[in-house]
């Protein structure tokens, strides 16, 4: 069996999934490279895992997160300036037949993660 990554992002402030978030993922190895894009759905998560199977190979990647649209459109940042706009999440993959679950508990003024299941 094959690992995969997947993730989804929670607006904690509002107690809700996050909708309309587009993420981007990047390999690290090497040079950084942009592997697979989306947006979340209504859940926040993505339809499909953003590295599938097939696709997955441990190393080093990045998840970024652009959240400053929502934040606005969600009435919860103003400006061209925001505190919380992308956020960068730097994690590796060291085991090839895992399932790794990388959320975004996000609010306005601040966000976590965590490896989840």
């Known amino acids: 069996m094959s690992g995969y990554l997947t993730t989804h992002v929670l607006d904690t402030a509002r107690g809700m999934p996050a909708?309309?978030?587009k993420i981007a993922l990047y390999n690290l190895d090497g040079d950084r490279t942009l592997i697979a894009q989306t947006i979340t759905n209504e859940d926040g998560r993505t339809d499909s895992?953003?590295?599938p199977a097939g696709?997955?190979?441990t190393g080093k990647y990045?998840?970024?997160f652009?959240?400053?649209d929502y934040l606005e459109a969600n009435d919860q940042a103003h400006g061209d300036i925001?505190?919380?706009d992308e956020i960068p999440l730097?994690?590796?993959m060291d085991d090839g037949s895992a399932h790794y679950h990388v959320p975004l508990l996000l609010s306005p003024f601040g966000y976590s993660t965590y490896r989840g299941s």
């Open 55 to 57: 696709d997955f190979k």
């Open 90 to 92: 730097r994690f590796g």
């Open 82 to 84: 925001k505190f919380l």
């Open 62 to 64: 990045e998840l970024v």
């Open 66 to 68: 652009f959240c400053g």
């Open 19 to 21: 909708k309309g978030i």
């Open 49 to 51: 895992p953003i590295l």
